[in-house]
């Protein structure tokens, strides 16, 4: 029997900063300036090394124009298949409650 072969997860919130970085006519150290966020807090997201908190979410949303909570729901949308591919077949053994 063949092993199954998982694709590996890409965070779509590193993913995404980078290219708005890589398309941004600023370098990243003034990009990250300009949003009120640590030079090296901005490289360790776009490396997926650092979480967004919701403060850096609302300064990336407020610099770029963008709805509040974005980026946000970009790092929980990978939070969540991470968790369903680290833990899904024990919380799929898990019997729903049904109503009485």
């Known amino acids: 029997m ?3 072969q998982i694709i590996p997860l890409l965070n779509p919130f590193a993913e995404t900063l980078s290219e708005i970085i ?3 006519p600023l370098s990243q150290k003034d990009f990250a300036t300009a949003c009120g966020i640590i ?6 997201m776009k490396h997926g090394k650092r979480r967004i908190t919701p ?4 300064r990336l949303s407020r610099f770029l124009g963008m709805s509040p909570g974005f980026f946000l729901r970009l ?3 990978h939070d969540l298949e991470l968790a369903n591919r680290q833990h899904g077949k024990e919380i799929n ?3 729903p409650l ?3």
């Not at 403060?55 to 609302?58: A, F, K, R, S, T």
Request: hydrophobic share 30%; aromatic share 0%; glycine share 0%.
């Open 2 to 4: 063949k092993a199954k």
């Open 22 to 24: 890589a398309d941004s």
């Open 39 to 44: 030079p090296s807090h901005i490289s360790e």
């Open 55 to 58: 403060v850096h979410d609302l």
């Open 75 to 77: 790092q929980l949308h």
């Open 93 to 95: 053994s898990i019997r």
């Open 98 to 100: 049904q109503p009485s």
